[in-house]
């Protein structure tokens, strides 16, 4: 059985794709983005990411 560990990370909207891509480079699958719990009605998100444990 796969055993996974997992991260968040804050996600800038300026600079999502190289955020992404640095994350999927290292390894890291994208799970979700949704918005910040502590940032009501900003553009601040979160991002979580898997990846199998090595």
């Known amino acids: 059985m796969t055993k996974w560990e997992y991260m968040s990370a804050p996600l800038l909207v ?3 794709k190289e ?3 640095q994350f ?3 390894g890291w699958e994208l799970v979700s ?3 910040s719990p502590g940032h ?3 553009d601040a998100l979160v991002a ?3 990846r199998p444990l090595e």
């Open 14 to 16: 300026h600079s999502t």
């Open 19 to 21: 955020i992404l891509d």
């Open 24 to 26: 999927g480079a290292e």
């Open 33 to 35: 983005i949704v918005p």
């Open 40 to 42: 009501p009605g900003y």
């Open 48 to 50: 979580y990411f898997k």
